[in-house]
């Protein structure tokens, strides 16, 4: 990965919003502001945590690319 594709925000030479786990993050970062969602959520908080662990459990097993960082000095 060079220091363009760090700087452009990308991780394995794709950028950062295409990857199916920062678009599922989205959608439970706005999930409760929908108010059907905010209702489930605050009457069953352990099933939505459950939830969102077996979708984010899933996305990494279907995930095929690894994620590479590089630390520079």
């Known amino acids: 990965m060079s220091e363009e594709q760090i700087k452009a925000g990308t991780i394995s ?3 950062v919003w295409v990857s ?9 970062a706005i999930a409760p502001y929908v108010p059907y969602v905010r209702d489930w959520v605050q009457a069953d908080p352990g ?3 459950t939830v969102a662990g077996v979708i984010f459990g899933i996305l ?8 590479t960082w590089k630390k520079s000095l």
């Open 47 to 49: 099933a939505a945590l």
């Open 13 to 15: 030479g794709k950028p």
């Open 60 to 67: 990494r097993i279907v995930t095929t690319g690894s994620v």
């Open 20 to 28: 199916k786990t920062m678009i599922v993050a989205g959608f439970t």
